[in-house]
C-alpha cells in the first residue's frame, strides 16, 4: 500500500473536477439557450449577418462566464436579459412590419428605426434599473447591451449605438429624478 496516497483527498479532488464540469456545461447549456435563437433572428433580419454572429458569440461569452463566475455576476444576468430582451424585440418587431424583402430597404419610415432602437433601449435600461438588486452592473450592462444590439443591428452597424445610448439614458435618468425629489 502506498503511504504517499490518499483515497479520501482523491475522492475529494475527483468530485471537485466533477462539481466544476458541471457548473461549466450549465454556463454553456445557459448561453446557447439564450444566444442561439437571437442569433440566428438577428441574422435573418440583419444586413450585416457576420455583425450578428460576432455579437451573438460575445453574448453568448458573457452569459457563460458571469453564469460560471456566479455570485454577484449571476444575480446579474437576470436583470440584463430581461433589459436586453425589450432592447432586442421592439426593432426587429417594427423592421419585420417594414416587410423589407433583402434586409436594409428604401421606405419612407426607415428614417424611425433609430429612435426605436433608442426607445427600446431606455425601457430596457429603466427595467435594469429597477430589476438590478445587486449584483454586477458591468454584467448586467453588457449583457443588456449585447442582446440588445442583435435587435437593433436590423438599423444596421449604428444601431448597437443607438441602443447603447438608450439604454444608458435608462439606467441614468431615474436616478437623477429620485435624487432630485428626495432633497
Known amino acids: 500500500m502506498n503511504l504517499d496516497s490518499n ?3 482523491d475522492i475529494r479532488r475527483r468530485a ?10 450549465n454556463a454553456l447549456a445557459l ?10 433572428l438577428s441574422t435573418g433580419y440583419c444586413p450585416t449577418p457576420t455583425a450578428s454572429i460576432l455579437c451573438g458569440l460575445a453574448l453568448a461569452a458573457a452569459i457563460a462566464l458571469a453564469r460560471f463566475a456566479g ?3 449571476q444575480t446579474a444576468l437576470r436583470p440584463g436579459l430581461i433589459a436586453g430582451a425589450l432592447a432586442f424585440a421592439l426593432p426587429l418587431a417594427c423592421h419585420g412590419l417594414m416587410a423589407c424583402p433583402n434586409g436594409m430597404c428604401a421606405s419612407p419610415r426607415l428614417w424611425w428605426i433609430p429612435f426605436v432602437a433608442a ?6 435600461g429603466v427595467a435594469m434599473r429597477f430589476l ?19 435587435g437593433s443591428l ?21 436616478v437623477g429624478l429620485v435624487r432630485r425629489q428626495g432633497t
Not at 134 to 145: D, H, K, N, P
Not at 159 to 173: E, R, Y
Open 71 to 73: 455570485k454577484g455576476s
Open 119 to 124: 426607445g427600446a433601449g431606455f425601457v430596457g
Open 31 to 40: 448561453a446557447a439557450i439564450v444566444s442561439a435563437p437571437a442569433m440566428l
Open 132 to 150: 438590478l438588486r445587486g449584483g454586477s452592473r458591468v454584467v448586467a450592462g453588457s449583457t443588456a447591451l449585447l442582446l440588445g444590439s442583435l
Open 7 to 9: 483515497p479520501d483527498a
Open 16 to 25: 471537485r473536477r466533477a462539481y466544476e464540469r458541471a457548473r461549466a456545461g
Open 154 to 174: 436590423v438599423v444596421g452597424l449604428s444601431g448597437p449605438a443607438w441602443t447603447a445610448l438608450g439604454l444608458a439614458v435608462g439606467t441614468l435618468v431615474p
